[in-house]
């Protein structure tokens, strides 16, 4: 059969109770020229006989096994069995919006030099909806132009991982997925912001992504905190905007939880030049030997420091950007949020 315009990676392990309905919302796509790489990753539920029910009605579906070695395994296998120039994400408890391969694929045709691009997300079902999850859905989902991706991309992962449409060759060349102690998609976004590669987000919802108690991102040690931060950092300390500002760093939080946070980055050799903190208890105090000051210390002083706002509490990310902004300080330019 000829080349696919699109390949859908879809790798699966014990997905039977959703895996049907994932593959049925594939197949009505309004853009018919794709391939489905269903990869086995060892199931033991008889999910893997829905794949093959499902290539045997429809010559688009390909069931391929895995050596069950892991999810970031199962995803390199298939990137090397893709035999698009465009893959499409997908995972086996999702649902994709019918339109979904056609507005990527034309977006991604369009402006060729565009490495990956998502899509805005609805979570379901709602009754089950974990607040921790539908807050980071909200907060995914005002995250849409290049500019928004690149500015907040040390707070969360941007990116819906089966979201997401990308040049396979482009993935393969940066390294494919890495496995290590941390989320594999996350740590892919930040390497290709690193290597200068674009990332964009179609500004309406085209997957339904579900939520559930089983979720990777609640069961998985690589998904602790922990593991967040030690990979926020390690992209962080070779970020060019650090090091262009190596020695004008502060940071805004000076309380135990954000000094223990930022104690990762510390460890690649940084020091701040000052705390900032709006706690009058705070103020004046030091901490290793480096003042904790107001936010107004930054007014006027040059050269103009580089601010890192590591503050995680509910509402405080728009009282801070209002702060900054009265500072004349630019998002992306003289301040990044930490998550």
């Not at 315009?5 to 109770?17: E, G, K, M």
């Not at 999810?71 to 995972?91: E, S």
């Amino acid at each position: 059969m000829p080349a696919p315009t699109v390949s859908v990676l879809l790798p699966f392990r014990d997905a039977a109770a959703t895996l049907d309905t994932c593959l049925a919302s594939i197949r009505v796509q309004t853009w018919t020229d794709f391939e489905v790489l269903c990869i086995d990753d060892g199931s033991r539920d008889g999910g893997d006989a829905i794949a093959a029910t499902h290539a045997s009605e429809d010559p688009r579906f390909r069931l391929l096994r895995a050596p069950a070695s892991g999810l970031v395994a199962a995803l390199n296998f298939g990137l090397r069995q893709a035999r698009a120039p465009l893959v499409a994400r997908m995972d086996g408890d999702d649902l994709m919006h019918p339109r979904r391969l056609e507005l990527q694929q034309a977006a991604m045709t369009a402006d060729t030099d565009l490495t990956v691009l998502g899509s805005r997300v609805r979570a379901f079902p709602a009754a089950a909806l974990s607040d921790g999850f539908r807050a980071y859905v909200d907060w995914q989902n005002t995250c849409v132009t290049e500019q928004d991706i690149a500015a907040d991309l040390y707070l969360e992962a941007p990116l819906a991982h089966p979201s997401v449409m990308y040049r396979p060759e482009r993935i393969i060349a940066a390294g494919g997925y890495r496995d290590g102690p941390f989320p594999e998609d996350y740590e892919l976004w930040l390497r290709l912001h690193r290597l200068g590669h674009r990332m964009g987000k179609l500004p309406r919802p085209l997957l339904r992504w579900r939520d559930h108690p089983g979720r990777l991102t609640r069961v998985d040690p690589r998904y602790a905190r922990e593991a967040f931060d030690r990979l926020r950092a390690e992209h962080l300390a070779a970020d060019a905007r650090l090091a262009a500002h190596r020695e004008r760093l502060v940071i805004w939080g000076a309380g135990r939880r954000t000094r223990r946070r930022v104690a990762h980055l510390l460890a690649h050799g940084f020091q701040p030049m000052a705390w900032i903190d709006i706690d009058p208890r705070k103020l004046g105090n030091r901490i290793g030997g480096v003042p904790v000051v107001p936010p107004d210390w930054l007014r006027g002083r040059a050269p103009r420091p580089f601010v890192l706002c590591y503050v995680a509490s509910h509402g405080a990310r728009p009282c801070i950007d209002a702060e900054l902004e009265r500072l004349d300080f630019r998002k992306g330019a003289d301040y990044l949020h930490v998550g």
